[in-house]
């Protein structure tokens, strides 16, 4: 008897602490800038004119905005919402909006965009479950961004037909 009483009061043990390891957070590492070079055929203003329609395309949510843009540098800057956060209430903990910088910048025959990530809000539990905005989340978009501007870049211009 004393026995199993012994066994019992160690796994319960054993759970306890185990449970209380769950709620500690380690921060990630930050995942790089995702850059990405595109040639194509069409010249500067071209490029600047079509760099600046995919961003605002591609920036539909009201937080995404174009921060900056100089057409004679061959720049459009903004601020982009990689991930949406939640509203808080009484028994859900609210979570942050997660914004990325993307920079694009433009010449003759060739255009870049640069995807700078959100710092500091990647997070784990001791039980490696990730929560928050992951460095895997930001390279599944970052990915998908990069992708979908390359294939507007190499397009040909809807502004050379009207």
Request: aromatic share 10%; proline share 4%.
């Amino acid at each position: 008897m004393k026995k199993v009483l012994l066994v019992f009061v160690i796994l319960v043990t054993t759970l306890t602490l185990n449970s209380c390891e769950a709620y500690k957070t380690v921060t990630l590492d930050s995942p790089d800038v995702k850059v990405k070079n595109i040639t194509n055929t069409t010249d500067k203003n071209g490029n600047y004119i079509k760099a600046n329609e995919w961003m605002v395309q591609t920036f539909q949510n009201a937080k995404s905005v174009i921060q900056f843009s100089d057409k004679e540098e061959g720049i459009v800057k903004g601020k982009y919402v990689m991930k949406v956060g939640t509203p808080g209430s009484t028994y859900v903990a609210s979570t942050p909006d997660f914004y990325a910088i993307i920079t694009l910048r433009v010449k003759d025959n060739a255009s870049r965009i640069e995807i700078t990530p959100p710092t500091g809000m990647y997070s784990k539990t001791a039980f490696d479950i990730e929560y928050g905005f992951t460095p895997e989340m930001f390279n599944v978009s970052a990915d998908a961004l990069t992708s979908d501007f390359e294939k507007n870049m190499k397009s040909e211009s809807t502004n050379n037909d009207w």
